[in-house]
C-alpha cells in the first residue's frame, strides 16, 4: 500500500530548471497548441491542479507541451510534481501512459456531458467516431456531366461539405499561394480544406497541389512545405514532389532567378490510376542482356534490356508560361493567375481514366475543368468567386476538341 509519504509534493520552480523531454513522442498541431496557450493565460490555475510531472533531473515525464506554452505564455515559474521513486523502465512507461489521451477518457460519457466543439477548443482531441457530424446538404454527382450544374460558386470548405465522401476520383488545383494576389479579396482555410479533401478522394485517388512561395522580408515563407506535411497528417501519402519548371519574371535581389513551382501529388492509399506520360529515351541500350544483382553466391542475374525508344517522363516538367502557350482561348485571361492547359491535362491523364471524377476546388478560369472535359472526365468546379465562374462556365461550354 503507498504510505502518504512515498506520495510526491507538488513545488514551484522556475520555468528556466525544467528540461524538456527530448523522447516524448507527443506532438500537438499549431491550432491546438494556441488553444493551450490561451487555456494556460486564461486558466493559470490550472497548472497547480494539474501540474507537470518530472523527475529527479527536473526532465519532464509529463507535461512537454505544457512546458512550451508555459514559455509561450511569458509565465515564469510553474507548479511541478517531482517523480523521483520511479524507475528508468516507470518512467519511460508514464511518459507514454501519460500520452496516451485516447482511452484516458470514457468518451462517451465525456461528449454525453460536454460539448465536443467546446472540449476541442480546450485543446482535448477527440476521436471523430464521437462528434456529431455535421448536417451535410447532398450534392447528387450524377448531374454533373451538364452545364452549368457543373460549377459550384462558393466557399470550398463549405461546398465540399455537402459530398459524399469517397466521391472523387482526382484533384488538380492551384490555392491562392501566401495570398500573393487577394483574388477580389478572398482568402482560404488551408486547414479545413485538406482535411475535407482527404474526406471526398476515393481510395487510390489523387490530390495534385500546385504551389509555391512568397517571398517575406527576404525570407521564402515555406508555405508549400507546410501545408504537404499537413496533407500527409491528414493520412494522404505524399506521392511525389514533382516541379513544374516555368519561365518567370527576372527577379531582382541578391538570388538566382526562380523558374519552378512544386506539384505536390498526395494519394489516399496506393493510386488506383498512373498512365504515365512517355518521353523519348536519350538513348537506347544496345545490348540484349545486361548483369543484375548479385546472388548469395555472388553470381550476378543476368536480365533482358528492353529494346523500347521511349520511357515515362521525369517528375519535373518543363511547361511554358507566355507566350499564348498557356491556353487555347481569349476568355482565359480574363483571370489574373491561370496555370497552363497542358499542366492540368497531364496530371488528368496521368492520374485518372475516363469516366473518372475531377475537382478543381479553387477553379478560376475553368482550366482543370475544361482539360477534364476534354478528356472524358466529368468535372466539378468551386470558386468563391461570381465573376471567376462565369468564365469557367463559358470557358468549359465552348470547349471543343476541334483543331486541337
Ligand atoms: C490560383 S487561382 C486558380 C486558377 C486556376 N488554376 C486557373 O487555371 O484558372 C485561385 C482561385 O481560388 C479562388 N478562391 C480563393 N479562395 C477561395 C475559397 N475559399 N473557396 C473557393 N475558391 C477560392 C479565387 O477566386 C481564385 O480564382
Same mark, same amino acid.
Given at each position: ?21 527530448? @523522447? ?99 485543446? %482535448? !482531441? ?14 447528387? %454527382? ?48 488551408? !486547414? ?49 514532389? /514533382? ?8 527577379? @531582382? ?7 519552378? !513551382? ?6 489516399? &492509399? ?62 482565359? @485571361? ?10 492540368? !491535362? ?8 475516363? &469516366? ?7 477553379? &478560376? ?5 475544361? /482539360? ?33
Amino acid at each position: 500500500m503507498t504510505k502518504t509519504s512515498d506520495i510526491p509534493k507538488t513545488v514551484t520552480v522556475p520555468l528556466s530548471k525544467i528540461k524538456l523531454n527530448p @523522447s516524448n513522442p507527443r506532438t500537438i498541431r499549431d491550432d491546438r497548441f494556441k488553444k493551450l496557450v490561451e487555456s494556460i493565460k486564461t486558466f493559470p490555475e490550472m497548472l497547480r491542479i494539474r501540474p507537470i510531472v518530472v523527475n529527479e533531473d527536473m526532465v519532464i515525464l509529463g507535461g512537454n507541451m505544457r512546458l512550451k506554452a508555459c514559455q509561450a505564455a511569458g509565465i515564469k515559474e510553474v507548479p511541478v510534481i517531482i517523480a523521483s521513486n520511479l524507475s528508468a523502465s516507470q518512467q519511460r512507461e508514464f511518459v507514454i501512459k501519460d500520452n496516451v489521451g485516447f482511452g484516458d477518457w470514457d468518451w462517451e460519457l465525456l461528449v454525453k456531458d460536454w460539448d465536443a466543439v467546446e472540449l476541442e477548443d480546450w485543446g %482535448l !482531441e477527440v476521436p471523430e467516431a464521437f462528434v456529431e457530424p455535421p448536417e451535410r446538404p447532398k450534392v447528387d %454527382l450524377t448531374g454533373f456531366t451538364d452545364l452549368p450544374s457543373n460549377i459550384i460558386c462558393g466557399n470550398n470548405v463549405d461546398v465540399l461539405k455537402g459530398f459524399e465522401a469517397d466521391s472523387i476520383d482526382l484533384t488538380v488545383t492551384s490555392p491562392p499561394y501566401d495570398n500573393l494576389r487577394q483574388y477580389n479579396g478572398y482568402e482560404f482555410d488551408f !486547414e479545413p480544406l485538406a482535411r475535407e479533401l482527404y474526406r471526398v478522394t476515393k481510395p487510390g485517388g489523387v490530390v495534385v497541389w500546385v504551389v509555391n512561395d512568397a517571398t517575406i522580408d527576404g525570407s521564402e515563407t515555406g508555405t508549400s512545405f507546410k501545408q504537404a506535411l499537413y496533407f500527409k497528417e491528414c493520412g494522404f501519402n505524399l506521392h511525389d514532389t /514533382m516541379i513544374w519548371r516555368r519561365c518567370t519574371i527576372p527577379q @531582382s535581389g541578391p538570388r538566382y532567378e526562380s523558374c519552378f !513551382e512544386f506539384m505536390f501529388v498526395f494519394s489516399k &492509399g496506393a493510386p488506383l490510376a498512373f498512365n504515365p506520360i512517355m518521353t523519348d529515351k536519350l538513348y537506347t541500350d544496345n545490348r540484349k542482356e545486361k548483369q543484375g544483382h548479385r546472388g548469395s553466391d555472388g553470381v550476378p542475374t543476368m536480365l533482358t534490356v528492353s529494346q523500347r525508344t521511349d520511357k515515362p517522363r521525369y517528375n519535373i516538367w518543363d511547361i511554358p508560361v507566355g507566350g499564348g502557350h498557356v491556353a487555347t482561348d481569349e476568355l482565359a @485571361s480574363e483571370h489574373p493567375a491561370i496555370f497552363p492547359e497542358h499542366l492540368a !491535362e497531364d496530371h488528368i491523364l496521368s492520374w485518372s481514366n475516363e &469516366g473518372d471524377t475531377v475537382l478543381d476546388p479553387f477553379c &478560376g478560369s475553368g482550366t482543370t475543368l475544361k /482539360m477534364a472535359k476534354l478528356n472524358g472526365r466529368r468535372y466539378i468546379g468551386i470558386d468563391i468567386s461570381e465573376e471567376y465562374c462565369a468564365i469557367s462556365n463559358k470557358r468549359v461550354a465552348e470547349a471543343s476538341n476541334a483543331g486541337r
